[in-house]
């Protein structure tokens, strides 16, 4: 994989954000490394990073190391930072001071390209991938991640869910993945928004690298609401998809179809009450999270 450039590396604004360093023990026991990882990606970094600890230090077996990694996870707003420290702290986890190198070189280039169904996800640095595949060159943004399984998920359902000839919405649009996704399957007319100006920037950069037109726009549902969609993209946590439930209903045709992500798996059946106007049709998970297609009655 090729070296990311300083051109690549910069959408990251490294000099504005926070970085949070955690040492887990994988060797068993201790802390639990899924929850660890849960709760980095819950307060939306912009990366995430992984290193072993002694490949790192170019250590031989040092007893006191091995088997232990360090989880590097930079986040834009400090509060988030904070907010992840608290919940690691109250975990048990070891948190680490100090910097941690050039975290996004690291970050980037550790990074792999992604299948996921019939797309093919990648880093403007990456090789493009089986022509077959509907490939989706993106260039991250800081909210929710470009690999989370959330943002994986979602991009499965939108593999499956008819898009060519629709009308589409993506409410947290972020990076744009999965509205680009809906444009290059044949969406007449896709919208997004996102309540983050360099959210909405760097979907508007995306659309122009997948040469594919995204109506981008700064703000929440209100911006849409008097508009009515065929499919509903909404890759946000619980505690935002949730409350807005009605709203995100309105927006969706009767016999439209919502795909909605950033759900943990215990939080599922919460999800299908709250949409309770919808039928499920799909769902996929990883871990603890948990995507849903559904159809709105009516």
Same mark, same amino acid.
């Given at each position: ?117 019939? %797309?093919? @996800?990648? =880093?403007?640095?990456?090789?493009? +991938?089986? &022509? ?5 060159? *993106?260039?991250?943004? #800081? ?85 009515? %969609?065929? @499919?509903? =993209?909404?890759?946000?946590?619980? +505690?935002? &998809? ?5 709203? *995100?209903?309105?927006? #969706? ?46």
């Amino acid at each position: 994989m090729a070296a990311p450039s300083p051109k690549q590396q910069s959408s990251l604004r490294v000099d504005d954000v926070q970085r949070l360093v955690v040492v887990v023990d994988v060797r068993g026991g201790g802390v639990d490394y899924d929850l660890i990882v849960d709760v980095l990606w819950r307060f939306e970094p912009v990366a995430v990073s992984e290193t072993e600890i002694d490949a790192a230090a170019g250590a031989q077996g040092d007893p006191a190391t091995d088997g232990l990694v360090r989880l590097t996870a930079a986040y834009k707003a400090a509060a988030d930072a904070a907010g992840a420290h608290a919940l690691l702290a109250d975990a048990g986890a070891r948190l680490v001071h100090g910097d941690d190198g050039d975290w996004v070189s690291n970050w980037r280039a550790a990074e792999p390209a992604w299948v996921v169904g019939g %797309f093919f @996800l990648r =880093l403007p640095e990456h090789d493009r +991938g089986n &022509s077959e595949l509907t490939d989706l060159v *993106i260039e991250p943004s #800081t909210t929710f991640g470009f690999s989370h399984p959330s943002t994986r998920l979602a991009l499965e359902l939108v593999d499956i869910a008819r898009t060519a000839g629709t009308e589409v919405v993506d409410i947290g649009c972020g990076s744009g993945v999965l509205a680009i996704a809906a444009a290059k399957r044949g969406a007449t007319k896709v919208v997004g928004v996102d309540i983050d100006e360099h959210a909405v920037a760097m979907t508007n950069a995306n659309a122009a690298t997948n040469d594919v037109a995204i109506e981008a726009h700064v703000g929440s549902t209100e911006l849409v609401a008097a508009q009515q %969609f065929d @499919l509903v =993209l909404l890759n946000v946590t619980a +505690g935002t &998809s949730f409350p807005m439930a009605e709203t *995100i209903a309105h927006l #969706t045709r009767p016999g439209g179809t919502l795909i909605t992500s950033g759900i943990l798996a215990a939080q599922r059946e919460v999800a299908t009450q709250r949409f309770g106007g919808f039928v499920v049709t799909a769902e996929r998970s990883e871990g603890d999270w948990v995507a849903l297609q559904l159809q709105r009655l009516g």
